[in-house]
T-cell receptor, first 113, second 113 residues
């Protein structure tokens, strides 16, 4: 039973355009959501997070949107840059805040120059 | 550099053997998590330690065990290794508190032959 799903294994966008990565979850008890970026041969790097009491969080070029009723979150990258090419994982935690993260399968983003 | 150190980076061993993976968390982080990433899979939570005590267990096999020492470093012990145990093993650490992000090490790539 996969509680966090990223249904698009890959995404390709042109440099300067918007990248939108999507994530769906099934457990309504999740209350904290995170996005990580991973380059080959490296560990995941934290990008941005959002608490379930918010519907939007922005950090520079990165914005995460949360739609609790749809159990859906998305990461927007504007403008996309070639250095953003990586695997993006969404993750969820809660409600006991053990810190345990449930990860999606990841979406490989390719930003073409 | 996330501040989380994992050793070794690569490990090749034979079936039936036992190995120990080591993790040093970021300075000041009391929580250590272990995750497994098999080929083309998302990260699967294995176990969480907080200040030396086990806090949560995921899908960790009985052949696997972990501990966190007084200096807060952690070790993941994998025994009676099977070919299917070949994977990337990541350690992450986080601070105390609600909704804090975890920072990941670069991982140990285990190959069982």
């Amino acid at each position: 039973d996969q509680q966090v799903k990223q249904n698009s294994p890959s995404l390709s966008v042109q440099e300067g355009r918007i990248s939108i990565l999507n994530c769906d979850y099934t457990n309504s008890m999740f209350d904290y959501f995170l996005w990580y970026k991973k380059y080959p041969a490296e560990g995941p790097t934290f990008l941005i997070s959002i608490s379930s009491i918010k519907d939007k969080n922005e950090d520079g070029r990165f914005t995460v949107f949360l739609n609790k009723s749809a159990k859906h979150l998305s990461l927007h990258i504007v403008p996309s840059q070639p250095g953003d090419s990586a695997v993006y994982f969404c993750a969820a935690s809660g409600p006991s805040n053990t810190g345990k993260l449930i990860f999606g399968q990841g979406t490989t983003l390719q930003v073409k120059p | 550099d996330s501040g989380v150190t994992q050793t070794p980076k690569h490990l090749i061993t034979a079936t039936g053997q036992r190995v120990t993976l080591r993790c040093s968390p970021r300075s000041g982080d009391l929580s250590v998590y272990w995750y497994q990433q098999s080929l083309d899979q998302g990260l699967q939570f294995l176990i969480h330690y907080y200040n030396g005590e086990e806090r949560a267990k995921g899908n960790i096999l009985e052949r696997f065990s972990a501990q966190q020492f007084p200096d807060l470093h952690s070790e993941l012990n994998l025994s009676s290794l099977e070919l299917g145990d070949s994977a990337l093993y990541f350690c992450a650490s986080s601070k105390v508190g609600v909704n804090t992000e975890a920072f990941f090490g670069q991982g140990t790539r285990l190959t069982v032959v």
